[in-house]
T-cell receptor, first 117, second 112 residues
Framework: AQKVTQAQTEISVVEKEDVTLDCVYE???????LFWYKQPPSGELVFLIR??????QNEISGRYSWNFQKSTSSFNFTITASQVVDSAVYFCALEGNYGGSQGNLIFGKGTKLSVKP | NAGVTQTPKFRVLKTGQSMTLLCAQD?????MYWYRQDPGMGLRLIHY???????AKGEVPDGYNVSRLKKQNFLLGLESAAPSQTSVYFC???????????FGPGTRLTVT
């Protein structure tokens, strides 16, 4: 079975603090893909990153960074020097490679991040 | 280039009524998906399609039907709405291969 767990339901930080959102996944596939999406208060879903299971290099994009560790089945997301505009619900998602991969995403339940001024 | 659009944005139904949600994409994507989002539940897949004329069940298909008569459109139907179908519905599309899904703006449906 495939599963994504985001244990942190809500996190509140003060602007300029660093914050890490945890994501732990379960899959039996050897090839799989992990995603992060952002859902701001306006409601749309914004794609942030895709990572395949063979690429364990950490990735940095501006204030955002991602730490992928196969040994612990984790794909954590860190925001450095958080800003009020980072306030959103963040979803981690897993796509397996079963049956020719239909692209079906398994989503975690999301972490609501509130950044206070 | 509008991306993924959904019609309508909001709808209120009475129990037992039927309706169709329309999703359209202009990116020539092969794959299309319907999700529902409920508080504290994340997004759950209802149905999906890997090409024109094909559909398949996702995690929570009961009470819904879908059709993909044209590549750019994916319709989600509720034949007899129930209060348990009150939710926000998102459509998404993706090109063939392990790429990101592009989401529509969502439809907020309330069934009373």
């Amino acid at each position: 079975a495939q599963k994504v767990t985001q244990a942190q339901t809500e996190i509140s930080v003060v602007e300029k603090e660093d914050v890490t959102l945890d994501c732990v996944y379960e899959t039996r596939d050897t090839t799989y893909y992990l995603f992060w999406y952002k859902q701001p208060p306006s409601g749309e879903l914004v794609f942030l990153i895709r990572r395949n299971s063979f690429d364990e290099q950490n990735e940095i994009s501006g204030r955002y960074s991602w730490n992928f560790q196969k040994s612990t089945s984790s794909f954590n997301f860190t925001i450095t020097a958080s800003q009020v505009v980072d306030s959103a619900v963040y979803f981690c998602a897993l796509e397996g490679n079963y049956g020719g991969s239909q692209g079906n995403l398994i989503f975690g339940k999301g972490t609501k991040l509130s950044v206070k001024p | 280039n509008a991306g993924v659009t959904q019609t309508p944005k909001f709808r209120v139904l009475k129990t037992g009524q039927s309706m169709t949600l329309l999703c359209a994409q202009d990116m020539n994507h092969e794959y299309m998906y319907w999700y529902r989002q409920d508080p504290g539940m994340g997004l759950r897949l209802i149905h999906y399609s890997v090409g024109e004329g094909t559909t398949a069940k996702g995690e929570v298909p009961d009470g819904y039907n879908v059709s993909r008569l044209k590549k750019q459109n994916f319709l989600l139907g509720l034949e007899s709405a129930a209060p348990s179908q009150t939710s926000v519905y998102f459509c998404a599309s993706r090109r063939m291969g392990p790429y990101e899904q592009y989401f529509g703006p969502g439809t907020r449906l309330t069934v009373t």
